[in-house]
């Protein structure tokens, strides 16, 4: 890891140190098991309110890297610490509070739907499981998050195939932030999205962001979409962290190899569309 990420003063919203993941698979009767390490111990700082990309090709260990960040699945090594406490991963020792801070969204909200729930109830379920909250209140809240992410509530009452693929993207966003989490992990969020889709619901990301202090870790394999939504970039390759430091950092002088080849195996054509039309619409911050 070359390029240095400054270290602001304050305690980090996240931070992992030499986070490591191994999966046995086995290989049939009699056979040893085989060892997989998915993410081969991988370090970290972000700061409240900064938006982490990682990138790499597929296998390189970021979703394994996302479900550690979200305690669906454990390390089996290393250490991870929300807002400065050091969060203990075993199953039953996680707390709720712990469990509301951090959420999740990913690249298929469709698989992640129940096709036979409302909307409405897809956004009040993680009020009815975490608070007190009356049916009324529950309902308030959802319509308010509706709106949030660009829907209305008119939607309350429809099924997932009732909406387009950016729709559903956006109902996922808005349940992932019903319970005011701190940081959301989102693994490959516009990947399935049409250009024209992805780009409105960075631009929706962006805002949420803005709007309630959100801390993002930002998993893509499209450096055109990185290069508009990163403070800083990590590149994995083969479960380590070949590349780690501030957007333009990377982007203007990649220290790696690796990073190199992965910066010109993509099109210059689809970076600056992307740009182009981020410029547009009034929402590229920086160029690089
Ligand atoms: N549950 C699992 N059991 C065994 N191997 C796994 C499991 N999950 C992921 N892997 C392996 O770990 C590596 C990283 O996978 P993954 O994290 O999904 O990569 P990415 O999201 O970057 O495509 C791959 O080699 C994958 O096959
Ligand atoms: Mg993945």
């Known amino acids: 890891m070359s390029t240095v990420v400054e270290n602001t003063s304050g305690t980090p919203m996240l931070e992992i140190r030499d986070i490591k993941r191994d999966y046995h698979v086995p290989q049939g009767f009699l056979k040893p098991d085989?060892?997989?390490?998915?993410?081969?111990?991988?370090?970290?700082?972000?700061?409240?309110?900064?938006?982490?990309?990682?990138?790499?090709?597929?296998?390189?260990?970021?979703?394994?890297?996302?479900?550690?960040?979200?305690?669906?699945?454990?390390?089996?090594?290393?250490?991870?610490?929300?807002?400065?406490?050091?969060?203990?991963?075993?199953?039953?020792?996680?707390?709720?509070?712990?469990?509301?801070?951090?959420?999740?969204?990913?690249?298929?909200?469709?698989?992640?739907?129940?096709?036979?729930?409302?909307?409405?109830?897809?956004?009040?379920?993680?009020l009815l499981i975490n608070t007190k909250m009356t049916a009324s209140e529950r309902r308030d809240r959802a319509n308010e998050m509706l709106i949030k992410v660009g829907l209305g509530p008119e939607h309350y009452n429809r099924y997932p195939h009732m909406f387009s693929g950016g729709q559903r993207q956006r109902i996922a966003i808005a349940r992932a932030l019903m319970?005011?989490?701190?940081?959301?992990?989102?693994?490959?969020?516009?990947?399935?999205?049409?250009?024209?889709?992805?780009?409105?619901?960075?631009?929706?990301?962006?805002?949420?962001?803005?709007?309630?202090?959100?801390t993002y870790v930002f998993i893509s394999h499209d450096l055109s979409v990185v290069r508009y939504i990163a403070d800083e970039v990590m590149v994995m390759y083969y479960g380590e962290a070949v590349e780690y430091g501030t957007r333009d950092a990377v982007?203007?002088?990649?220290?790696?190899?690796?990073?190199?080849?992965?910066?010109?195996?993509?099109?210059?054509?689809?970076?600056?569309?992307i740009r182009a039309r981020m410029a547009k619409r009034g929402k590229l911050v920086s160029a690089g």
């Open 179 to 214: 319970l005011n989490p701190k940081l959301l992990v989102l693994d490959e969020p516009v990947s399935a999205l049409d250009l024209s889709v992805q780009a409105q619901v960075l631009n929706l990301l962006s805002d949420l962001q803005e709007e309630f202090g959100l």
């Open 34 to 126: 085989k060892t997989v390490h998915a993410v081969k111990g991988v370090s970290f700082k972000l700061e409240t309110g900064k938006t982490l990309a990682i990138v790499g090709e597929s296998g390189c260990g970021k979703s394994t890297l996302a479900r550690i960040l979200t305690f669906i699945d454990e390390p089996t090594g290393g250490e991870l610490l929300i807002e400065g406490k050091k969060v203990d991963t075993r199953p039953g020792h996680l707390t709720a509070e712990m469990r509301q801070k951090v959420q999740i969204v990913f690249q298929n909200p469709y698989g992640s739907l129940n096709p036979r729930q409302k909307i409405g109830d897809v956004l009040g379920e993680p």
């Open 251 to 273: 982007f203007t002088d990649p220290q790696h190899d690796y990073t190199r080849t992965l910066f010109a195996a993509t099109p210059r054509a689809d970076v600056d569309s």
